[in-house]
């Protein structure tokens, strides 16, 4: 399968520090997303990054992929109290009209204040 | 900002019982995604929906569900004779054509 495999898999920074994790993967993608979930609840898009790209900046987040390595991270800057949350990669294959997500298991960030 | 939305947003039923988890997806988009997430564990695809038809499907989602687009604006995942290990999250998610899934915040099922 192609799913995405985050490490990590729990990590605890102090508030200020970078936090950086680390997803691969196995098979060709279209591109690769990462997504955030508070305990208990919704799935929230946070970056997008493409097959064709290598890096990209959203505020405080910057992803980089490495499609040789299957392989992609996710950096938050001066991280924040507010940043602790579970973590997820996914990676997508468009077939046809079908452009399914596939999720690691994800990585718990905790950012103590 | 449009966005998805789930009712319920939690549901208690008997093993046996079917449930209706329905989504409002974003007026317009076309493509409409059930996921389920296990307590604990990964985020999991069940079905996708283009088209009024599925467009895809995972092995989890067997003869025991179904999805339907009732009208223009509700997209619903039925189960039909709940078991335990049906208990999870469900979270829908829609697509304009893109490639960004927004998803809803789910509904959480337990199924007793």
């Known amino acids: 399968s192609q799913q995405g495999e985050e490490d990590p898999q729990a990590l605890s920074i102090q508030e200020g520090e970078n936090a950086t994790m680390n997803c691969s993967y196995k098979t060709s993608i279209n591109n690769l997303q990462w997504y955030r979930q508070n305990s208990g609840r919704g799935l929230v898009h946070l970056i997008l990054i493409r097959s064709n790209e290598r890096e990209k900046h959203s505020g405080r987040l910057r992803v980089t992929l490495d499609t040789s390595k299957k392989s992609s991270s996710l950096l938050i800057t001066a991280s924040r109290a507010a940043d602790t949350a579970s973590y997820f990669c996914?990676?997508?294959?468009?077939?046809?009209?079908?452009?399914?997500?596939?999720f690691g298991k994800g990585i718990t960030l905790s950012v103590r204040p | 900002e449009p966005e998805v939305t789930q009712t319920p947003s939690h549901q208690v039923t008997q093993m046996g019982q079917e449930v209706i988890l329905r989504c409002v997806p974003i007026s317009n988009h076309l493509y409409f995604y059930w996921y389920r997430q296990i307590l604990g564990q990964k985020v999991e695809f069940l079905v996708s929906?283009?088209?009024?038809?599925?467009?895809?499907k995972s092995e989890i989602f067997d003869d025991q569900f179904s999805v339907e687009r009732p009208d223009g604006s509700n997209f619903t995942l039925k189960i039909r004779s709940t078991k335990l290990e049906d208990s999870a999250m469900y979270f829908c998610a829609s697509i304009e054509g893109g490639e960004t899934q927004y998803f809803g915040p789910g509904t959480r099922l337990l199924v007793l």
């Open positions: 929906f283009y088209n009024n038809e599925i467009s895809e």
């Open positions: 996914a990676t997508v294959r468009v077939t046809g009209a079908n452009s399914k997500l596939t």
